[in-house]
């Protein structure tokens, strides 16, 4: 029988914390990847050119994408702490199609976030996605687990309520904003190392994390006309151009904003240092002229002000 998409669900929640699973709201796609490591055993008694491959080793990743971002502050502080997640892939039924019901492929098992980007785009749908890497192997479910399951009528965020605020330096308060700004996204990837041992039963890759990287993209319309209130200055192109030059870090927030051409700071969700990295200006033929930054993070970000 063929199963409709919308049918199947990641649910998840940090390891150890004694509550019930949680699907990952308003997901667009998730899927399961499972990959099997071979060595060819090939050998001087064996008659014949074909391979004899033999399975070495089995990992699996997940990855999802979301429109809701609403849970940002709690997955930026999972990454940066290490925090392993228990992690579903079922089938779901039932109250917002969120709780999950026993079948032949449903599997549980550790996870890390090894890569996670949230995507604030003017007047769009915030969206995140989220690939997870296996930290343990991934069982069959006997039964099914207890699940908390989440609003269909939560608040979608529009990404035009957000803003990237930089300093001019790595000491002063970020209060200028990229002005004319169309996109923003923040990418947060885990490097993880194969810790497999003789120790370790099962043929199951086990990761485990050793280093944390962060970088920031935003683009934005080459316009010298646009008002700037009196809260910020505007961080305009020449800006920028002497802050790549200096190649020396800035502060950087990235915070909730209102007020005249959204431009007034509310709460911050993430902040840290940064290094403009890239910066690319585009002047097509008869269309409006961009610029493109990239910032990649210098030491450990904090999760708010």
């Not at 911050?268 to 610029?291: C, E, F, H, K, M």
Request: aromatic share 6%; proline share 4%; with cysteine.
């Amino acid at each position: 029988m063929i199963q409709k998409g919308d049918n199947l669900r990641i649910l998840m929640i940090p390891d150890g914390v004694p509550a019930p699973l949680q699907v990952i709201a308003k997901a667009t796609n998730c899927t399961l990847n499972l990959q099997t490591n071979t060595e060819d055993a090939a050998h001087k008694d064996i008659v014949g050119m074909f391979g004899q491959p033999v399975v070495i080793s089995k990992n699996w990743s997940i990855s999802v994408e979301s429109f809701d971002v609403t849970d940002a502050a709690t997955l930026l502080n999972a990454i940066k702490a290490g925090t392993k997640f228990k992690v579903l892939f079922s089938e779901t039924a039932t109250t917002n199609n969120q709780t999950p019901v026993v079948t032949s492929y449903m599997r549980q098992g550790l996870a890390y976030i090894n890569d996670i980007t949230f995507n604030w785009n003017d007047r769009e749908l915030s969206t995140k996605s989220i690939q997870l890497t296996g930290a343990s192997p991934l069982e069959v479910v006997e039964t099914a687990p207890q699940t908390i399951e989440i609003s269909v009528n939560s608040t979608f965020t529009r990404g035009q309520f957000v803003r990237l605020f930089i300093s001019s330096n790595n000491t002063a308060t970020p209060s200028r904003v990229i002005g004319a700004a169309r996109q923003l996204s923040l990418h947060v990837s885990t490097t993880l190392e194969n810790a497999t041992t003789k120790d370790t039963e099962g043929d199951w890759q086990i990761q485990e994390p050793t280093a944390v990287n962060f970088d920031i993209t935003s683009s934005a319309l080459v316009n010298a006309d646009e008002t700037i209130t009196s809260e910020v200055e505007g961080a305009d192109l020449g800006n920028l151009m002497s802050y790549y030059e200096a190649g020396l870090p800035v502060k950087f927030e990235i915070a909730n904003v209102s007020g005249a051409n959204q431009r007034t700071k509310g709460t911050v969700l993430i902040s840290g240092s940064v290094i403009i990295s890239q910066l690319q200006v585009n002047g097509p033929t008869r269309q409006n002229a961009d610029y493109t930054t990239t910032l990649n993070g210098f030491g450990p970000y904090v999760v708010g002000a």
